[in-house]
């Protein structure tokens, strides 16, 4: 596990430096494309809370993760998503334990710090001077 990234900020950066990796994102049904992380913020609307599927999972541990993904609203109202798929298991499983970690030591759900940290990415990305890459 690299130390860095324990805070919450060094959690926000991994995730914000995955994320980023994500696009350009073309949006399936009306073709709009999102250059960047910047431009998916600020041209969608979240949908629902965003979803750690393998902190939800009530079956026991998996050897296979899910992640975590987070839904959004194109304009033309069709459903795009961000997710974690891609990371090492390694970061995963450091992202998971870091989340249940911090739900009990402010003694909320791990669902509230999913979504926490979505918000926190979507302000960060909303200020990114590089247009989000």
Not at 44 to 71: C, F, H, M, N
Not at 109 to 120: F, H, P
Request: glycine fraction near 10%.
């Amino acid at each position: 596990m690299d130390e860095q990234f324990v805070t919450e900020d060094g959690i926000l950066r991994l995730l914000l430096g995955h994320l980023r990796r994500q696009f350009p994102k073309p949006c399936p049904a009306c073709g709009r494309v999102y250059a960047n992380l910047r431009d998916y913020v600020q041209q969608t609307a979240p949908l629902g809370p965003a979803i750690s599927y393998d902190l939800e999972e009530t079956s026991g541990p998996s050897s296979k993760r899910l992640g975590t993904l987070a839904l959004a609203k194109c304009p033309c109202g069709d459903t795009l998503a961000l997710g974690t798929d891609g990371l090492s298991p390694g970061v995963s499983r450091m992202l998971l334990d870091w989340v249940e970690h911090e739900a009990v030591a402010r003694q909320v759900a791990t669902a509230a710090i999913v979504e926490a940290l979505r918000q926190r990415i979507r302000q960060a990305a909303r200020v990114m001077g590089d247009g989000g890459r």
